[in-house]
């Protein structure tokens, strides 16, 4: 009895400090999941992306300014609030934490390294802000989560698409990358990322348009490997009506800065019509 009182506790400790007080109450109305399922979701991607050791390298930079340190650690708490929301989405059903530990630690591990070459490319980041960190001190990794931790959680949609083409990782990463880059979709993220909600409802809104974007890429890559083109300019030409009609719709979007917020969740739809299509 005691024993589970103490484990209740330790659990409840480690979601405040590394996800925060509102954390389990935030993904309920998000997501719809029981109190259970959160918590399950919680201790896999605590573990899949090393939440905990993460935050101790960051609060180890004594000689990083403490604003900056307090800004890589809420994009940990970010990518492990979007890494939470994949799972409950796409692994209700299959929330055993240490199944899902075993089958994604190892890969999210290796596409780290994906999204720290990925970074060398400013659409895909900002090589400004993350030049600024390294000149801070700040470990490349972590630099590289500071710009852009949703690049991160990309991963499990990699993963996922990988497992169900049966196909290797090291494909289906640098697939996923080049996809986002020649659609602009990571163009489309990062400006549906700064949009300011006025509202509890417009918040989980944007966080919705960003993981279905994820989702849809993911699903594209899916798409690409099925056609089984040599290579991602063949599978453009022989889907030149699919990309044609995307990239008006992307133009229409990103012509502008500070886009309408309908007018990036219409796109974020239409897009992932295009893909259901193919």
């Not at 005691?2 to 925060?20: K, P």
Request: glycine share 6%; proline share 3%; with cysteine.
């Amino acid at each position: 009895y005691v024993h589970a009182h103490i484990v209740a506790t330790q659990m409840a400790n480690d979601v405040v400090h590394h996800m925060g007080v509102s954390f389990p109450v935030q993904l309920q109305e998000y997501t719809g999941a029981s109190v259970e399922q959160v918590v399950r979701a919680r201790l896999v991607v605590r573990e899949v992306f090393a939440i905990a050791e993460r935050f101790r390298r960051i609060e180890a930079l004594t000689d990083v300014p403490m604003a900056t340190r307090d800004a890589l650690m809420l994009a940990i708490m970010r990518l492990g609030r979007r890494a939470c929301r994949w799972f409950l989405r796409h692994r209700r059903d299959r929330l055993d934490p240490q199944a899902l530990v075993e089958s994604f630690a190892g890969p999210v591990s290796q596409l780290t390294e994906t999204w720290v070459q990925a970074a060398s490319d400013e659409s895909l980041g900002g090589t400004e802000r993350r030049d600024a960190l390294l000149a801070e001190g700040v470990p490349e990794d972590l630099a590289v989560l500071g710009v852009d931790a949703g690049n991160q959680v990309a991963s499990l949609a990699i993963i996922d698409a990988a497992q169900k083409a049966d196909s290797p990782l090291e494909a289906v990463g640098p697939l996923y990358v080049e996809l986002a880059r020649r659609l602009r979709l990571d163009q489309l993220s990062s400006a549906i990322g700064s949009i300011d909600p006025q509202s509890l409802w417009q918040a989980m809104e944007r966080d919705a348009l960003l993981d279905d974007l994820v989702t849809h890429t993911g699903t594209l890559c899916g798409c690409v490997l099925r056609d089984g083109a040599p290579a991602l300019s063949d599978w453009q030409t022989a889907r030149s009506a699919f990309v044609a009609d995307w990239e008006r719709i992307a133009s229409e979007v990103l012509r502008e800065e500070g886009g309408e917020f309908s007018m990036y969740a219409m796109s974020v739809r239409k897009f992932g019509d295009l893909v259901r299509a193919l």
